[in-house]
């Protein structure tokens, strides 16, 4: 496709000059894509943040007995890995990064609906995170709690807990911001055409997972203020000592925290069904019904949050209700399995490594899936509850979903994001080494747990530590991986070949504006007349315009 | 060759009064579970100790409670009114209710201040000894929750106080209709696009902007155009309004939930 | 000031109709109170919840100008309300924390 000189002579976005300069010009910017930048930065300093502290407990655990550090310091470090990797890397991650950056692309928008309370927005998860940190070192010892803050032990330690949940209060702000900012987008600023069922199936994802982030993340707010309040005036609400009841804790903590799982994966189901069409060239299997399970699983994952709960002492009646609706969510997740598998048929797959992402998402979050069911069932959960079967299946998910989800997103959208290449055979190989090393590290997981390995424990009897020693090495290969893999992307934004508007052949709105687009995003306002994943329209529509742009030319000579 | 050339002013300019209120209406949905959560807490609690949150819901002052309820109201009516006088362009009569609103929310702040001042003062708050010595586990977790929630909702009241006497001086700022003029400035015309009007008087857009177009000039004229106040432009007032009215449903389910079930 | 065309863009509520919703909300306030002096049993708390229903009602409708806003506002307002009453039907399922709380109060008495 040749340039045309409007196209030639715009600005990009980086280099479009505003009131501020150097580095107040992003942190100052209200432009989504310069928020998405920031965001991108922030969220994966906090993920290798995260992960050198996960490198940390796998090395402790090598063997039996003290290996590198204390008990108390193992708690603190597994406590701040789980803080870090929910609250500042998992539940923003693909929202804040690629919602921010590719949402208003794909819907024809020039911008979020409220341009400076997105900037609100990342200033409150920039504070979150400083507060995070401050709380660390101001306690007479680190947080040690978990990460789910479990009263009554959370209204009792002697760690600044009362910070560290304010910090993760001021990160819910922060989330209900994107969530209530994205779907004003969505609903008020669609191109012409743009009609509900024509938008991208990543777009769905993200108006799912921003009604859980408005609808459910104020129930942990209130949550995590009755701790800070309990901890302060002794209110007694969770403490049994004055009339208290620690399990309403695990309620109320669960109606958000379950949810909020789907808070993480929705958004990286989206990227898939977005990466499956564009590698395959063809369109999306069932587009409608994988938009439908979107939306129902964002409404029975309400309803499953006892699941979590199963030997907490809920009654018999809430135990077979919520086991019951567990297996129900399996459904529109199962849908969604499928769809992805039918739309490689007949399919012209391209192994590039994006595609090579997605197709492991459907490989690890199915096992991620299934051991969910096995959880799920309330007989074999009394067993396996608390073990590592519980932080395998866990892993498997988040990681193995979302994570993965977020890596194929970053080498997909990073052309447009940057308008450079990065190296392909250099990105297969670190995928390879995510791949293999992210089974080694967690699919022992699943045996330890089976056999009775608790979570969370510090020292373990013998006998384990045949698959404690596996997978610790599983976790040096998969660090490497991702090691190479930044190298690699951090390499191809500074000396990367130069990427098209569209070096995939993609059929979405974002791929028709020039890599990286301009400030206010489309040089001519976007008009759709198909829906997200039609080739064949697409196709044609550009024969069409280029017959007609010859028909011009030759009408004016 | 010559062409005229247009300018189409981004969208921007054009504030969108309805995405700002489906924006405010989604925060207004975050407050309403931000209490649902206390709500449950409560309804927990009560189920399990009816006959203990009888007994000390006795111990709070139904006519301050009351008298209360009836402060919130009549701050919701001045609040609707201000916003219908900004609706007719009787700015200074919409000062004057919103001025009323703001003193309604300290009144109801006084009252609250004295209905809290005299539990503490018999040492009745959360952690107290005598909370602890004379009270039932029940009784206690009534008075825990009676100060999370009121204190929650005193909170939002301060929070929408303030917000409305930012609105206030805003609105106070605001030029009458009459001096009100709409300038395109220089401003507006960052980020405008050009469009190329051929012969046929065809509009051109970027690419199909071709090499015949060798030069494009622009003349402008700037016509000062007087304008209406119309009520969009008065959505932040609105979306405040919004807010202090969902303070005031929140009250409306506190006040019988805690002071009339004795 | 064109008043007709305001009409058209958004319809204008008297300020009578707010003065006398103001009243219904005094008298239903009022309402609230003196049924509180009667021992209705259980009801009492049912009767006090449908009054604030109804007040909350007039005060969306009129006050918050729901009643003129577009459809998708009252059907993101049902989906929050249905999410609330999910929330409140799945806690009490567990029935064990009533039986617990109340099987402490009695601990309490016996010592």
């Given amino acids: 496709m040749a340039q045309t000189a409007a196209e030639l002579s715009y600005t990009p976005y980086h280099r479009e000059k505003s009131a501020f300069t150097g580095i107040f010009s992003w ?21 290798i943040g995260g992960l050198c502290l996960g490198l940390l407990i796998r090395l402790e655990l090598i063997a039996p007995g003290a290996t590198i550090m204390s008990a108390p310091t193992y708690n603190a470090v597994f406590t701040l890995h789980g803080v870090i990797m929910i609250f500042l890397f998992i539940i923003p991650g693909i929202p804040a990064i690629f919602g921010n950056f590719i949402l208003p692309l794909q819907i024809g928008a020039e911008d979020v609906a409220f341009p400076r309370l997105n900037l609100l927005s990342w200033w409150l998860y920039i504070s979150g995170a400083a507060l995070l940190m401050l709380a660390l070192f101001t306690g007479d010892k680190l947080p040690d709690t978990g990460w789910t803050f479990y009263a009554p032990y959370s209204t009792a330690t002697e760690g600044n807990i009362s910070l560290a949940v304010f910090a993760a209060f001021v990160l819910g702000f922060s989330s209900i911001l994107t969530g209530l900012n994205f779907i004003t987008t969505i609903h008020r600023m669609r191109a012409p055409g743009m009609t509900w069922f024509r938008m991208p199936l990543f777009t769905w994802g993200l108006y799912a997972t921003a009604w859980i982030q408005v609808l459910a993340t104020p129930v942990v707010g209130i949550t995590l203020l009755l701790v800070i309040l309990e901890r302060g005036f002794g209110v007694g609400v969770f403490d049994p000592a004055i009339g208290g009841d620690p399990v309403l804790y695990q309620h109320l903590f669960w109606i958000y925290s379950h949810p909020a799982v789907y808070i993480m994966i929705l958004p990286g189901m989206g990227v898939i069904s977005d990466l499956l069409p564009a590698f ?13 399970s979107t939306i129902s699983i964002a409404v029975v994952g309400y309803m499953v949050w006892g699941h979590h709960m199963f030997t907490s002492g809920i009654s018999g009646t809430a135990q077979v209700i919520f086991s019951f609706l567990t297996f129900l969510v399996a459904i529109p997740t199962g849908i969604k399995v499928f769809n992805w598998i039918a739309s490689l048929y007949k399919g012209s797959i391209e192994l590039r490594a994006p595609m090579l ?10 096992i991620g899936g299934v051991t969910g069911l096995v959880l799920g ?4 959960d009394m067993h396996v509850h608390d073990t590592y079967f519980v932080v395998g299946h866990f892993h498997y998910v988040m990681f193995g979903g979302l994570g993965i989800a977020l890596f194929g997103a970053l080498h997909y959208w990073f052309p447009k994001m940057f308008g450079k290449m990065y190296n392909e055979a250099v990105a297969i190989v670190a995928w390879a080494f995510i791949f293999v090393g992210f089974n080694v590290l967690y699919f022992p997981m699943f045996i330890l747990g089976w056999n009775g390995m608790p979570r969370r424990y510090y020292d373990y009897l013998p006998e384990f530590q045949y698959w404690h020693v596996v997978s610790t090495v599983g976790s040096w290969i998969l660090a490497f991986g991702i090691f190479t893999m930044f190298i690699n992307l951090i390499r191809g934004i500074i000396n990367g070949e130069k990427a098209g508007n569209n070096p995939w052949g993609a059929s979405t709105l974002e791929w028709t504006t020039p890599s990286p687009p301009p400030l206010l995003n489309f040089i001519e306002p976007p008009h759709v007349t198909h829906g997200a994943y039609d080739f064949e329209e697409m196709n044609k529509g550009k024969k069409d315009s280029k017959k007609d742009s010859k028909k011009k030319k030759k009408g004016k000579k | 060759m010559s062409h005229t050339a247009n300018i189409a002013a981004p969208a921007h300019i054009h504030k969108d009064y309805n995405g700002a209120k489906t924006g405010m209406w989604l925060f207004l949905f975050t407050e309403v579970l931000l209490f649902g959560g206390l709500f449950l807490i409560y309804a927990v609690y009560r189920t399990a100790h009816p006959h203990d949150f009888a007994e000390a819901a006795k111990e709070l002052n139904v006519v301050l409670g009351a008298l209360n309820t009836a402060v919130l109201l009549t701050s919701s009516l001045t609040m609707a009114l201000a916003i219908a006088c900004i609706h007719r362009g009787k700015k200074s009569l919409s000062l004057t209710f919103l001025g009323i609103t703001i003193l309604c929310a300290f009144a109801f702040m006084v009252i609250k201040y004295i209905e809290w001042e005299s539990k503490i003062s018999h040492g009745l708050y959360p952690g107290s000894e005598y909370l602890m010595l004379h009270y039932s586990k029940g009784q206690r977790m009534f008075f825990g929750l009676y100060y999370c929630m009121t204190g929650l909702h005193a909170a939002h009241v301060i929070i929408g106080a303030t917000v409305l006497i930012v609105m206030f ?6 030029p009458n209709e009459k001096h009100r003029w709409d300038v395109f400035g220089k401003d507006e015309l960052n980020g405008c696009r050009v469009a190329i009007l051929d012969k046929d008087g065809n509009e051109k857009w970027g690419s199909e902007i071709d090499e015949s177009v060798k030069q494009v000039h622009l003349k402008m004229k700037y016509y000062s155009m007087p304008k209406r106040i119309k ?7 609105e979306n405040s ?20 079930i004795g | 000031m064109d008043h007709a065309e305001h009409h058209e863009e958004h319809p204008m509520i008297g300020y ?20 509180a002096g009667f021992d209705l049993g259980k009801y009492t708390t049912l009767v006090a919840m449908v009054v604030a229903t109804v007040k909350t009602t007039l005060v969306g409708l009129y006050f918050m100008h729901l009643r003129y806003e577009p459809k998708v506002f009252h059907y993101m307002i049902l989906v929050t309300f249905m999410i609330m009453v999910v929330i409140v039907i799945f806690t009490f399922i567990d029935g064990n924390r009533f039986s617990y709380l109340s099987h402490e109060v009695q601990a309490e008495v016996h010592h």
């Fill in chain 3, 16 to 35: 009578g109709t707010y003065i006398s919703i103001w009243l219904a909300l005094l008298i239903l306030t009022a309402l609230t109170v003196a049924i």
């Fill in chain 2, 231 to 237: 009520h969009e432009d008065y959505v932040s007032l």
């Fill in chain 1, 357 to 366: 992402y997605t197709l492991s998402f459907i490989f690890l979050f199915s």
């Fill in chain 1, 377 to 380: 069932s309330l007989a074999v």
């Fill in chain 1, 280 to 292: 395959t060239k063809r369109t999306i299997f069932g587009y409608k019904a994988i938009a439908f």
């Fill in chain 2, 169 to 174: 001086y805003v609105t106070y700022q605001r």
């Fill in chain 2, 241 to 260: 309004g919004l807010y202090w009215h969902i303070v005031d449903v929140i009250w409306i389910f506190l006040f019988p939930l805690m002071y009339l």
């Fill in chain 1, 27 to 47: 942190i100052f910017s209200t432009d989504h894509k310069r928020i998405g930048i920031l965001y991108m930065i922030s969220v994966l300093t906090m993920f």
